[in-house]
Each structure stands twice: as structure tokens, then as C-alpha cells.
């Protein structure tokens, strides 16, 4: 199928280069910058699943509605001069980008205020920026703040004014020092004209389904990540954005597959949950259909990178694993944010689809793409080559340095302003390799032990394969300690995994730099977290304000090995096709093991028939565990005798 909405062009290549001239010969303003956007009125702009159907919104309709919302903006904040900064604390969206927007055409500086921040964190933002106002439909702040629903939509009244001037986004707050990153549109202009820099090496990434290239709203639009190689790279030459209404993991696969969506950007979070999950489904089906998988994963190593055949072969040896995650449509998807396990970027390019590294950082905009086709390149984990508006270099003290057009004009970190134009010291510690580039983890997450090595943690972290726990993480202190994070389990599996985690490590020589595993049932990331945070980590590990997993739990064993027990935690494993010994006596159905209600059902019906009663669906205590299912039935049976 053809091209949809490339304005009167055939091809990608030739839409793209006349908009970016068109975009070189203005004067490249956000009022430039929005005019060009939202010029091919008629394209699909936004879609959104509500019930059994999509609502759709087109350019033309969205132009119009950050117009009226600019009219009705102009006269809530009338009292607050142009040029001032206003924070946006609102959630991904329509909503989102139309108050993005008539803050620009207001005049205002947007302060893009990150979600994931503590109210402290951004209280500090709001001072360090000099904000007058924030537009927040979730808190109040310390500045006058108005919700979205108190600014009218004004139709058919001008706004009168320049447009604004900055955008000021805010670092991630994995570091403990907030930086506020201010960008015009100058700088803008050559992050879009990176755009074509990608496509043009690239075609991958400009490929179409069905006529149409449609973006997960995935990543936070506050975020580097999102508004610039999501959002604004893909606004400007008027392509399709799919919201996402909550990140429940089927609410996403089934956005992915009903919206068609073709692109998705995310972070390696997300990339390895999906690659953990799908593994344990092959697993669970038998040592068949594993030994199948892992054959067919051999050979595409093998033949991957062989023209036209290597890419039939894994697409058609894989296409049942690929109609369990994201369907066909998927065209390009890329991780960043941190490193990704290795292992990850090999399943997803194996399996057919397109997975790439990207670079990218608040204070430096996106700088590189792994564009190769060959999956050899892409599963080396290379962030690529730099893009035309930046340059690297890697320094004295081996770490990646930036420079460039696109990079933020200035910085304000603790009341002082630093102006771009000097190369940048990103702190990752970097090789380059035939003019590509690859990461190797961050310098200041570098552990010292007693013996005076130094261990990188990422690499190391990397190289270990812990099935059955959620993530791991290496921190230094007094003693060098792998911690472990797992949900509810059996002693059986904490025991297992430390046997295999203990063999890895004595695999790699490092047992007597190893010094402690401690498994943990806190997460490693926090809600406000995209990337591990190792300060914290360390702090809280020391200060003791984790909690440790006890596997000292004798009595629940003797419970264990009843044949009843057994017999309903086998037919919990068989529901939620996962190994029995993985599953806890305690692991909630819905809540720990991700089970639907309609393998909840099917259960609860096998057990009637099998025991002979009746199992009641409501009530208290519910009956979501094996140890709870347990002692209803026994106490049902013993009652019944």
C-alpha cells in the first residue's frame, strides 16, 4: 500500500527534504516551527482507543484547538508578562500538547516539569527557573497554579504576540543535582534536521504500515526522549501519534496491535520486562518448544545479517512469537535512556523485529542512532555514529564528550547559568569503534573494592542471568554487594538462583571481589526513576532501609510438600503458564503474577471438578494464592468429612 498524507509527494525522502527547506528559509522560530507542523491540516494527528472504539483528531483540528486554548490562556494568565516561565505538570496526551503549545504562542517560556520528580525536587525547579505560574490539573505548588479546566477555549479570538522564545526541560533525577536545560528554536531547527540525517541512513526507520507511520505516546513527553524523537521529530512531517491509557503490560500490547502502531521508543525497562516475559512463556511451554526457539535463535545468529534471506528466515522462523508481542506492524523501535542488556537487543532482532540503541541526554538533545541493518552492529549494543549537528570525541579520562548546534543554549544547576560551546563531558564512559560508538556505564558508577580493582558494574550486570528475579544491581560500601530484587517466590527458586548467580560469578573470577548477594524485595527503580540510581541504592543499603528476603521459613515447608498443596500449585503454574516451583504460597493471581480474570476463571472451574466443591468467587479473604486456596479447600474438605 502506498504512502498516506505526504503533502502531494511520492516518497518519504522527497516530503521530508521539501519541509526542511521550507523550515531553512524561515526564520526558525517556535512560530515557524508550529506554522510547518501543522500544515498538512487533513493528516491523522492523534488517535485513542475509548471503549470499542478509536476517536481520531487531525492536524487541522488540533491546530485550531491550541489556538482557542492559547485565547483562553491569554486571558486566565493576563496579569503574568510574556517572556516569564510557566511550569506544565500534566500527564502524556492531547491535553499535553495543547497546553505545550499555547504557552509558546502566549509567549511564555514552558518549564517542562517531570512526573517522576518529588515535590521538593520540583519546588526547586519552580525557584531556580523564576516561574510565575504552573498550569497542573494534579498539585498545587508554591506559584499561583491553574488547572487545564480553569482555561476556556476561546474559538475565533486572536492571540495577539511573539511567540516564546525557550523551552527549559528538567534532568531525570538520577543524579542529585537538578539541572534545568534551556532550548530555542535554533536548537530545535537541527534536532528536526537530524531527522532527515536518520532517515537518509536509515530507511528503516522511515518505513510505513499499511500506508501510515503511528508512534506509541509511550515515553513521557517531558522527557528529552519523548519531546524531541518522538514528538517532534515525527510532528513535523505530520505523522500519527497513538495514546497510551495506562501502562498495564496488556493495556500496551493491545494498543500496539490495534492502532497498527509502527514505532515504539522506550527505555530498557521496558525492553527487558517484554524479552523476560516472553521467555518465560517459551519456557513454560515444554523443553520442545524451548530447544525449538533456541535452535532457531542459533541459526539467525548464523544467517541474520545474509541479504534478503537472513531477514525471511527470522521473520518466518519467528512469526508466532511475534503475534504474542507487538503483531506485524512494527517497523523501528529504539531504547535509551541507559544501557540494555545484551541479551534483550538479541531477542527482539532475532525475532524479526528492528531494535536500535539511541543517545541522547537533557542537556544535550538526541545526538546518535544505531542506524546498521545488520543485526550484528545492533546487538553490540553501538549507539551509533554522531548526527550531522553534533560531534564526539572521547576524552582523556575515557569518557563520551558532545558538541554542537543542537545541544541546549544553557544550563542552570544550583543558580549558575553555563552557556553551550564548549564540548560537553557527558560522564559515560565510552570506545569508539570504527566511528561508532558504544557505552560503556557511567564513570561515577564505578566500584573500588578492599583489593583496589575497579569494577564497572554494567558490564558486569550484563554478563548475569538471574531467571525468575525482577533486576539486579551491583553497589560498593564495605562490602561489594549484588542485590537481587524478587517478588514473591519459594525458598526453592531463592535457593536456586543463588547457586546459579554464585556459579556466574565464580565464571567471570570475581567472587573474591563479589563479596555479598542480598536478595530484596523492594524494587530497584522508583516511580520517579528511568535508569538505576546506585547512590541510592548504596545509601539505603547501608542506612539498612531495605528488606532483605527471609528464607527462613521451616514451618511453611512441611506445608509445602502436602500433595494437596502441590497439586493446586501446579494448576496455578498451568493457568499462568509459568514453572510451579517459581510460585510463591503467598504470590497474589492478579497482583504478583500478572494473571487475567479469564485464566482465574478457567482455574477455579478445573479445581471445582477436581475437589468437588464449590469455590466462592467473592468474599473475604480472597482467594488469589495457592496457600489461601489451600487452606479453604482443606478446611471445605474436612468440614464436608
Not at 268 to 291: D, N, S, Y
Not at 305 to 333: K, T
Not at 350 to 363: D, I, K, P, R, S
Not at 401 to 426: E, M
Request: charged share 25%; glycine share 8%.
Amino acid at each position: 500500500m502506498g504512502l498516506k498524507n505526504v503533502g502531494g509527494y511520492t516518497t518519504i525522502d522527497a516530503f521530508v527534504r521539501a519541509k526542511l527547506a521550507r523550515f531553512e528559509a524561515m526564520d526558525r522560530s517556535f512560530a515557524s516551527l508550529f506554522e510547518l507542523m501543522f500544515s498538512e491540516r487533513e493528516n491523522i494527528f492523534y488517535e485513542k482507543s475509548e471503549g470499542y472504539k478509536i476517536t481520531v483528531t487531525t492536524y487541522d483540528q488540533a491546530h485550531r484547538a491550541i489556538l482557542a486554548r492559547a485565547a483562553g490562556m491569554k486571558a486566565v494568565l493576563s496579569h503574568i508578562p510574556a517572556g516569564s516561565v510557566v511550569g506544565l505538570h500534566a500527564p502524556n496526551g492531547l491535553d499535553w500538547i495543547e497546553l505545550f503549545w499555547a504557552l509558546l504562542r502566549c509567549g511564555y517560556r514552558p518549564l517542562l516539569m517531570n512526573l517522576r520528580l518529588s515535590d521538593g525536587l520540583l519546588e526547586h525547579a519552580l525557584e531556580s527557573s523564576g516561574a510565575a505560574a504552573v498550569i497542573s490539573g494534579e498539585k498545587t505548588f508554591s506559584v499561583p497554579t491553574i488547572a487545564p479546566e480553569d482555561i476556556p477555549a476561546l474559538q475565533d479570538v486572536p492571540v495577539e504576540g511573539e511567540f516564546g522564545t525557550e523551552i527549559l526541560l528538567m534532568s531525570s533525577g538520577t543524579t542529585e543535582n537538578l539541572k534545568i536545560c534551556a532550548y530555542s528554536a535554533e536548537e530545535f531547527y537541527y534536532q528536526v534536521k537530524n531527522s532527515w540525517d536518520v532517515i537518509r541512513r536509515s530507511k528503516q526507520m522511515a518505513r510505513h504500515y499499511d500506508g501510515q507511520l503511528k508512534l506509541l505516546l509511550f515515553l513521557p513527553l517531558y522527557h528529552i526522549f519523548g519531546l524531541v524523537a518522538v514528538y517532534i521529530w515525527f510532528a513535523f512531517f505530520s505523522r500519527t501519534f497513538v495514546q497510551l491509557n495506562d501502562m498495564a503490560p496488556q493495556t500496551i500490547l493491545n494498543t500496539i496491535r490495534r492502532h497498527k502502531v509502527t514505532h515504539i521508543f522506550a527505555v530498557p525497562l521496558f525492553w527487558e520486562t517484554v524479552w523476560q516475559q516472553a521467555m518465560h512463556t517459551i519456557k513454560g511451554r515444554g523443553e520442545k518448544t524451548c530447544a525449538r526457539f533456541e535452535r532457531g535463535l542459533g541459526l539467525c545468529r548464523v544467517m541474520g545479517d545474509v541479504p534478503v534471506l537472513g531477514n525471511w528466515f527470522c521473520r518466518a522462523a519467528f512469526r508466532q512469537v511475534r503475534e504474542n508481542l507487538f503483531g506485524e506492524s512494527v517497523q523501528f523501535m529504539i531504547t535509551g535512556g541507559s544501557m540494555i542488556a545484551p541479551q534483550a537487543l538479541e531477542f527482539f532482532n532475532a525475532v524479526g523485529y528492528h531494535l536500535a540503541n539511541g543517545y541522547g541526554m537533557t542537556e544535550l538533545g538526541i545526538t546518535s542512532v544505531e542506524l546498521s541493518n545488520r543485526k550484528k552492529v545492533r546487538n553490540a549494543g553501538f549507539i551509533g555514529k554522531p548526527l550531522s549537528s553534533v560531534e564526539y570525541r572521547i576524552g582523556d579520562n575515557g569518557h563520551l564528550q558532545v558538541r554542537g548546534k543542537s545541544v541546549a543554549k544553557y544550563i542552570i544547576q544550583n543558580g549558575v547559568v553555563t552557556r553551550s560551546g564548549d564540548w560537553f563531558d557527558t560522564g559515560d564512559l565510552a570506545q569508539c569503534v570504527g566511528g561508532r560508538y558504544r557505552l560503556l556505564g557511567r564513570s561515577d558508577d564505578l566500584i573500588v573494592t578492599a583489593d583496589g580493582e575497579n569494577l564497572n558494574p554494567n558490564l558486569i550486570e550484563r554478563q548475569l542471568s538471574a531467571p525468575g528475579a525482577g533486576s539486579l544491581c551491583l553497589v560498593g560500601g564495605e562490602k561489594t554487594t549484588l542485590l537481587i530484587s524478587v517478588r514473591r517466590t519459594t525458598a526453592e527458586t531463592l535457593d536456586r538462583l543463588e547457586r546459579d548467580l554464585r556459579a556466574q560469578i565464580e565464571a567471570l573470577h570475581l567472587s573474591s571481589q563479589i563479596n555479598r548477594l542480598l536478595f530484596i524485595s523492594d524494587p530497584l527503580l522508583k516511580d520517579e526513576e528511568f535508569k538505576l540510581n546506585r547512590r541510592r541504592l548504596r545509601r539505603e543499603l547501608e542506612q539498612g532501609s531495605l528488606h532483605p528476603v527471609c528464607r527462613d521459613n521451616r514451618g511453611e515447608r512441611e506445608e509445602e510438600t502436602d500433595a494437596l498443596w502441590l497439586q493446586i500449585r501446579d494448576m496455578f503454574a498451568l493457568a499462568l503458564n509459568r514453572p510451579a516451583e517459581e510460585i510463591a504460597g503467598d504470590s497474589d493471581f492478579f497482583l504478583d503474577e500478572g494473571g487475567s480474570s479469564l485464566e482465574y476463571f478457567a482455574m477455579i472451574a478445573q479445581m471445582q471438578q477436581e475437589f468437588s466443591v464449590t469455590i466462592p468467587l467473592d468474599g473475604e479473604p480472597a482467594l488469589h494464592s495457592v496457600r489461601a486456596i489451600y487452606q479453604w479447600i482443606k478446611e471445605a474438605v474436612e468440614y464436608v468429612d
